[in-house]
T-cell receptor
Framework: SQQGEEDPQALSIQEGENATMNCSYKTSINNLQWYRQNSGRGLVHLILIRSNEREKHSGRLRVTLDTSKKSSSLLITASRAADTASYFCATDVSSDYKLSFGAGTTVTVRA | GAGVSQTPSNKVTEKGKYVELRCDPISGHTALYWYRQSLGQGPEFLIYFQGTGAADDSGLPNDRFFAVRPEGSVSTLKIQRTERGDSAVYLC??????????FGPGTRLTVL
């Protein structure tokens, strides 16, 4: 079973716009991670946010975490065509090494 | 350095056959994970190795699935009597202890 759920399922934006996607989860976590996947193959780790952190930045990425609402958001600013991919959130429950992934958000950036 | 590699990249087999999928983790990574990803879904955990031992195989769907890591490096996922429902992308990841997981490109398994 998958703990996380991403919203929306799909997102289409113009190059240069910002893209925001959300992740909700069910149980307490140790950390939450965001991954990108191109063409249904290998996943690339984007960012990890720990349960005691509320916001984290990495380049054009901004991640927030609200443990009281059991939700996280990923913001991609100034999107590029190369950002077209599926984005997944994954939860690590109490350093339980197993990652539990959501079904993902498919982002399409139009040139 | 080299990332996680998986072979083959694609495998087509017939229902009832036996298949082996191989994963070469990043050198020095003690932890190795197998996940399975069905179309339109996120990856689902199958099994986790710490060194040579399977620390957690609770994600294996049934006893047709088995994985080994005899020398604490390369791992092989073995599927007996394959079924059409086994068709998926099988992903391998490795990490230093329980840190960030680095994923391989996956093996796309198709059971006809």
């Amino acid at each position: 079973s998958q703990q996380g759920e991403e919203d929306p399922q799909a997102l289409s934006i113009q190059e240069g716009e910002n893209a925001t996607m959300n992740c909700s989860y069910k149980t307490s976590i140790n950390n939450l991670q965001w991954y990108r996947q191109n063409s249904g193959r290998g996943l690339v780790h984007l960012i990890l946010i720990r349960s005691n952190e509320r916001e984290k930045h990495s380049g054009r990425l901004r991640v927030t975490l609200d443990t009281s609402k059991k939700s996280s958001s990923l913001l991609i600013t100034a999107s590029r065509a190369a950002d077209t991919a599926s984005y997944f959130c994954a939860t690590d429950v109490s350093s339980d090494y197993k990652l539990s992934f959501g079904a993902g958000t498919t982002v399409t950036v139009r040139a | 350095g080299a990332g996680v590699s998986q072979t083959p990249s694609n495998k087509v087999t017939e229902k009832g056959k036996y298949v082996e999928l191989r994963c070469d983790p990043i050198s020095g990574h003690t932890a190795l994970y197998w996940y399975r990803q069905s179309l339109g879904q996120g990856p689902e955990f199958l099994i986790y190795f710490q060194g040579t031992g399977a620390a957690d195989d609770s994600g294996l769907p049934n006893d047709r699935f088995f994985a080994v890591r005899p020398e604490g490096s390369v791992s092989t996922l073995k599927i007996q009597r394959t079924e059409r429902g086994d068709s998926a992308v099988y992903l391998c990841a490795s990490s230093r202890d329980r840190g960030e997981q680095f994923f391989g490109p996956g093996t796309r398994l198709t059971v006809l």
